[in-house]
């Protein structure tokens, strides 16, 4: 466990006492929101996503152990496990590195090697891999002809003796290492057009090279797919002289000797029948491997700060599902996100009923007093833009309009969540409902969909699915958990979310309020069915009761540190209840902004850690940490792609990051791209050190594509 311990801290830069503990805290089943939030005085302050990444290699060093067990035992179980194999297997930290220690030993199907042994020919194979025989080798290998066995001829000996000695080669673990190694400083991957005629998405692969040691991971995954959809053929040039050259130092000890011929052919064999396609299987295993740990990491990421994205709060919002055929959707819900009302206009193409669809609006909007509309950014987007800017401007009424993403709102419309949530509603209206709560409160609703539908990253269905959850899941838990969530308006799916709680715990929640009236101090969770104390402690400090019985219950103080904060407040001079007093707030902030937390932290035996979060929570009880976020970009007149210029400076809304830059919404049709080269008078390494998704950004435009519809922008404003 030691040399686990050792081996995350150097990966991570943090000490082994750190990790020791944070391990301690997983294996007695606390969670990672629970850890990164109450036990910082324990792990030495260790955030959320260094966390997740000690529970992620925990979890493989600790299979890589188990294997490690698994294989020395079948060894053993062959009779050739020796002490020095058996350091060098304990001493192995990376599975691909134990696989090729185990391949000699790992049984095989019948090969050109497996039928020699068979023949007897092993040992004149040592023979002729020792090189220390004198006597001439034919004379040797006649000894070996059995015709029985159908080794016939001294030829057939030699050659049988020669395929083992080739799988010997192909199979030893510090060969293929350096052969690995050499392929990751020198190979280049290529890719080639299956045919150069058609048109694809993948044409500037058409004619490809670059060194697989500098290839970035997005262009990985990118000619990955080409492949699988048949437009490219893609293979890795090896340096084959260098890796011959080493192979022939290591094996051939006299180049002089009667060995030399049939050795330097067995060795080109060995490379080229078995080494290298192998090889290159692992090269390319290993770079897509990496490239989807990088788009998973980007992904979650961008869904992070999606998840984020500050609330529209106090206000009545129009959800507005554009279309064609089929007519724009549309829902209203109140403050409150209840529905309110629904309808169906027409005023894109074909029916084109302008008039008639601003009339229904218009009623809607006087007699539900609308304050906002949520466009979703789909198909014909902007053309219900221009629509709806038209008719704002002949309301008298202050109202705005806002696009957002409706990526994996058809997925929660057709949803058993949905059906359960509208069990009235038509399927295509609730598309609508989804896209005004997103601008409502984007967590609550986006907590809802598979985070894969929620449409930020790039190549996420490309990537290993069962990885890309359990990320997600985490992040989704992260933001869920950093926000925290009223207990008495949360909905199942954002309760399920929170540290501690299952969706089965989270539907009893629910179940409970509804026949029990409003849940009044945290405490009373203990009355769930299923949430017993274990659940009550990972999830109290994240829950929040809103005009309960403790006016700490608004906050992020974990019942655990009640009576710390409770004392903190009586020397101050105050009581809980001066949280919910507008008079006595402003001079509690300041009182608690002059506290000297390692005097305080000394007299009330607390860790200087959990005091400042405590006089944090103190000092803003209630407050939703989203609001000190930038607001979605509020609109009431459209930029058509036409009113584009170059040099034209403008303010867009980030709506994905990607390694090679940034999609920035300005208001027309499609998103502009900033290019990683425009982000920064400085170079940059990754797009995400400037920009996250929701950022609101000055971009200028710097070209136009008008065929293709497309805009380049730059950030060097």
């Given at each position: 466990?030691?040399?686990?311990?050792?081996?995350?801290?150097?990966?991570?830069n943090?000490?082994?006492?750190?990790v020791?503990?944070?391990?301690?805290?997983?294996?007695?089943?606390n969670?990672?929101?629970?850890?990164a939030?109450?036990?910082?005085?324990?792990t030495?302050?260790l955030?959320?996503?260094?966390?997740?990444?000690?529970?992620e290699?925990l979890?493989?060093?600790?299979?890589?152990?188990?294997r490690?067990?698994?294989?020395?035992?079948?060894?053993?179980?062959?009779?050739?496990l020796?002490?020095?194999?058996?350091?060098?297997i304990?001493s192995?930290?990376?599975?691909?590195?134990?696989e090729?220690?185990?391949r000699?030993?790992?049984p095989?199907?019948?090969?050109?090697?497996?039928?020699?042994?068979?023949?007897g020919?092993?040992?004149?194979a040592?023979?002729?891999?020792?090189q220390?025989e004198?006597?001439?080798?034919?004379?040797i290998?006649?000894?070996?002809?059995n015709?029985?066995?159908?080794?016939?001829?001294?030829?057939?000996?030699?050659a049988?003796?020669?395929?083992?000695?080739a799988?010997?080669?192909?199979?030893?673990?510090?060969?293929?290492?350096?052969?690995?190694?050499?392929?990751?400083?020198?190979?280049?991957?290529t890719?080639?057009?299956?045919?150069?005629?058609?048109?694809?998405?993948?044409?500037?692969?058409?004619?490809f090279k670059?060194?697989?040691?500098?290839?970035?991971?997005?262009?990985?995954?990118?000619?990955n797919?080409g492949?699988?959809?048949?437009?490219?053929?893609?293979?890795?040039?090896?340096?084959?002289?260098?890796?011959?050259?080493y192979?022939?130092?290591?094996?051939?000890?006299?180049?002089?000797?009667?060995?030399?011929?049939?050795?330097?052919?067995t060795?080109?064999?060995?490379?080229?029948?078995?080494?290298?396609?192998?090889i290159?299987?692992?090269?390319?295993?290993?770079?897509t491997?990496?490239?989807?740990?990088?788009?998973?990491?980007?992904?979650?990421?961008n869904a992070k700060?999606l998840?984020?994205?500050?609330?529209?709060?106090e206000?009545?919002?129009?959800?507005?599902?554009p279309?064609?055929?089929t007519?724009?959707?549309?829902a209203?819900?109140d403050k409150t996100?209840?529905?309110?009302?629904?309808t169906?206009?027409?005023?894109t193409?074909?029916?084109?009923?302008?008039?008639?669809a601003?009339?229904?609006?218009k009623?809607?909007i006087?007699?539900?007093?609308?304050?906002?509309?949520?466009?979703g950014n789909g198909t014909?987007?902007?053309?219900?833009?221009?629509?709806?800017?038209?008719?704002?401007?002949?309301?008298?009424?202050?109202?705005?309009?806002?696009?957002?993403?409706?990526?994996?709102?058809?997925?929660?419309?057709?949803?058993?969540?949905?059906?359960?949530?509208y069990?009235?509603?038509?399927?295509?209206?609730?598309g609508?409902?989804?896209?005004?709560?997103?601008?409502?409160?984007p967590?609550s609703?986006?907590?809802?969909?598979?985070?894969?539908?929620?449409?930020?990253?790039?190549y996420?269905?490309d990537?290993?699915?069962?990885?890309l959850?359990e990320?997600?899941?985490?992040?989704?838990?992260?933001?869920?958990?950093?926000v925290?969530?009223?207990?008495?308006?949360a909905?199942?799916?954002l309760?399920?979310?929170?540290?501690?709680?299952?969706?089965?715990i989270?539907?009893?929640?629910?179940?409970?309020?509804?026949?029990?009236?409003?849940?009044?101090q945290?405490?009373?969770?203990?009355?769930?069915?299923k949430?017993?104390?274990a659940?009550y402690?990972q999830?109290?400090?994240?829950?929040r009761?809103?005009?309960?019985?403790?006016?700490?219950?608004?906050?992020?103080?974990h019942?655990?540190?009640?009576?710390?904060?409770?004392?903190?407040?009586t020397?101050?001079?105050?009581?809980?209840?001066?949280?919910?007093?507008k008079?006595?707030?402003?001079?509690?902030?300041?009182?608690l902004?002059?506290?000297?937390?390692v005097?305080?932290s000394?007299?009330?035996?607390?860790?200087?850690?959990?005091l400042?979060?405590?006089i944090?929570?103190?000092s803003k009880?209630?407050?939703?940490?989203?609001?000190?976020?930038?607001?979605?970009?509020?609109?009431?007149?459209v930029?058509?792609?036409?009113?584009?210029?170059e040099?034209?400076?403008?303010t867009?809304t980030?709506?994905?990051?990607?390694?090679?830059?940034?999609?920035?919404?300005?208001?027309?049709k499609?998103?502009?791209l900033v290019?990683?080269?425009?982000?920064?008078?400085?170079y940059?390494k990754n797009?995400?050190?400037?920009?996250?998704?929701?950022?609101?950004?000055?971009?200028?435009?710097?070209?136009?594509?008008?065929?293709?519809?497309?805009?380049?922008?730059?950030?060097?404003?």
């Amino acid at each position: 466990m030691d040399k686990i311990f050792k081996k995350i801290a150097e990966e991570l830069n943090i000490r082994e006492t750190q990790v020791e503990a944070t391990v301690k805290l997983i294996d007695e089943g606390n969670t990672i929101p629970f850890i990164a939030r109450y036990r910082k005085e324990v792990t030495g302050n260790l955030s959320d996503e260094t966390l997740r990444d000690l529970g992620e290699r925990l979890n493989y060093l600790r299979n890589l152990e188990k294997r490690k067990e698994e294989i020395i035992r079948l060894i053993d179980e062959q009779g050739k496990l020796t002490d020095e194999l058996t350091i060098k297997i304990a001493s192995t930290m990376v599975l691909s590195e134990l696989e090729d220690i185990y391949r000699p030993y790992k049984p095989k199907k019948r090969t050109r090697a497996t039928i020699a042994k068979e023949k007897g020919l092993e040992p004149l194979a040592n023979i002729i891999y020792l090189q220390v025989e004198k006597n001439d080798i034919f004379e040797i290998a006649k000894e070996y002809i059995n015709e029985e066995k159908e080794v016939n001829t001294v030829e057939d000996a030699i050659a049988g003796a020669l395929d083992i000695i080739a799988e010997n080669i192909a199979d030893d673990a510090d060969y293929r290492k350096k052969i690995k190694s050499f392929c990751f400083r020198e190979a280049v991957i290529t890719s080639k057009a299956s045919n150069e005629e058609e048109k694809s998405p993948y044409e500037m692969y058409y004619d490809f090279k670059e060194p697989i040691l500098k290839i970035p991971s997005h262009r990985i995954l990118a000619i990955n797919r080409g492949e699988n959809e048949e437009f490219l053929k893609v293979k890795v040039e090896k340096p084959e002289e260098k890796i011959l050259d080493y192979l022939r130092k290591q094996i051939i000890k006299d180049f002089k000797s009667q060995f030399n011929e049939p050795l330097t052919t067995t060795i080109e064999d060995s490379y080229k029948r078995l080494i290298e396609p192998s090889i290159e299987r692992e090269i390319r295993s290993d770079l897509t491997e990496r490239s989807e740990e990088q788009a998973i990491k980007v992904f979650g990421k961008n869904a992070k700060q999606l998840l984020l994205q500050p609330p529209i709060k106090e206000m009545t919002v129009m959800g507005f599902d554009p279309a064609y055929r089929t007519g724009c959707k549309i829902a209203v819900i109140d403050k409150t996100g209840k529905l309110l009302d629904t309808t169906t206009v027409y005023p894109t193409e074909p029916q084109n009923d302008v008039e008639g669809a601003k009339k229904v609006l218009k009623e809607l909007i006087n007699k539900h007093k609308v304050n906002m509309i949520a466009i979703g950014n789909g198909t014909a987007s902007r053309e219900s833009e221009t629509f709806v800017s038209n008719m704002i401007k002949e309301i008298n009424s202050e109202i705005y309009y806002a696009i957002v993403s409706e990526a994996g709102a058809s997925v929660y419309s057709a949803s058993k969540l949905a059906t359960e949530e509208y069990p009235d509603i038509n399927v295509s209206l609730r598309g609508a409902i989804s896209i005004a709560r997103r601008l409502q409160d984007p967590l609550s609703e986006l907590v809802k969909i598979d985070p894969k539908a929620i449409g930020v990253g790039q190549y996420q269905h490309d990537v290993n699915q069962k990885k890309l959850s359990e990320s997600l899941t985490g992040v989704v838990e992260d933001a869920v958990n950093s926000v925290g969530v009223d207990v008495n308006t949360a909905t199942p799916s954002l309760l399920s979310y929170v540290s501690g709680i299952n969706g089965t715990i989270a539907k009893n929640i629910v179940k409970y309020r509804d026949e029990n009236g409003e849940i009044k101090q945290r405490k009373d969770l203990l009355k769930v069915p299923k949430l017993g104390p274990a659940a009550y402690k990972q999830c109290a400090g994240f829950i929040r009761i809103f005009n309960g019985k403790n006016p700490l219950e608004v906050t992020a103080v974990h019942p655990e540190s009640y009576e710390v904060a409770e004392k903190l407040l009586t020397k101050l001079g105050y009581s809980v209840d001066s949280l919910i007093k507008k008079e006595s707030l402003d001079a509690l902030r300041n009182d608690l902004s002059k506290v000297d937390v390692v005097k305080m932290s000394d007299e009330l035996e607390v860790g200087g850690l959990t005091l400042k979060d405590i006089i944090d929570e103190l000092s803003k009880p209630g407050r939703d940490p989203r609001e000190d976020l930038p607001k979605p970009i509020l609109r009431s007149d459209v930029l058509k792609f036409e009113d584009l210029q170059e040099g034209m400076e403008l303010t867009g809304t980030v709506r994905n990051v990607i390694d090679f830059g940034a999609f920035v919404d300005v208001g027309v049709k499609h998103d502009g791209l900033v290019h990683i080269s425009q982000m920064a008078d400085r170079y940059i390494k990754n797009p995400s050190e400037v920009v996250s998704v929701g950022d609101i950004v000055k971009v200028k435009v710097i070209g136009i594509d008008r065929e293709k519809q497309k805009v380049s922008l730059s950030m060097k404003v």
